[in-house]
T-cell receptor, first 118, second 111 residues
């Protein structure tokens, strides 16, 4: 099946610094990718929709200047957490959509990236 | 946007069928029902999806009621590795891709 890969899987950064997380669709092209964050024992919360070649669409309450999203190619989207603070520590997950022959759009998720801000 | 309702948790004996229900009474005619699961500290894994007809693949079966207001995911022979949170999702934008997660059902498979 389709594979979506995230890098790094775990990252620790100092408070005030920025950290970038990459999301790649390995065997298909994805014009649209999505970024989620998940706190322990909670469900996934959609942060933004990343569109190749255009600006990302952010969900209500998500700071676009803090969570910078770039989707420069059909196989890569990046999330940069700027000026990270301990409260930004979370599990960040990306997903990409592949159109199936039978209709519908199957969405595949990356393995997730654990961010710890110290 | 169609919403889904799932029980917060369920238990299942190893080797038995696990039947996970989902209500989506406000689903629109061209919205698909998707099921994903998330094992601890991993990204969600696609299981199956359907529109109207029942579907089966190597992982599970999806039974959708005739009025499409509810569905059931069936894991025919649950194993300990099936312990996970299972999410029933109705695609939010017809023709689009946005996926909104509810709370899901935490399935515990016990030996």
């Amino acid at each position: 099946g389709a594979v979506v890969s995230q890098h790094p899987s775990r990252v620790i950064c100092k408070s005030g610094t920025s950290v970038k997380i990459e999301c790649r669709s390995l065997d298909f092209q994805a014009t649209t990718m999505f970024w989620y964050r998940q706190f322990p024992k909670q469900s996934l919360m959609l942060m933004a929709t990343s569109n190749e070649g255009s600006k990302a669409t952010y969900e209500q309450g998500v700071e676009k200047d803090k969570f910078l999203i770039n989707h420069a190619s059909l196989t890569l989207s990046t999330l940069t957490v700027t000026s990270a603070h301990p409260e930004d520590s979370s599990f960040y997950i990306c997903s990409a959509s592949q159109t199936g022959q039978g209709g519908g759009n199957t969405i595949y998720f990356g393995e997730g990236s654990w961010l710890t801000v110290v | 946007d169609a919403k889904t309702t799932q029980p917060p948790s369920m238990d299942c004996a190893e080797g038995r069928a696990a039947n996970l229900p989902c209500n989506h009474s406000t689903i629109s005619g061209n919205e698909y029902v998707y099921w994903y699961r998330q094992i601890h500290s991993q990204g969600p894994q696609y299981i199956i999806h359907g529109l109207k007809n029942n579907e089966t693949n190597e992982m599970a079966s999806l039974i959708i009621t005739e009025d499409r207001k509810s569905s059931t995911l069936i894991l025919p022979h649950a194993t300990l590795r099936d312990t996970a949170v299972y999410y029933c999702i109705v695609r939010v934008e017809p023709g689009g891709f946005k996926t909104i997660f509810g709370a899901g059902t935490r399935l515990f498979v016990k030996a």
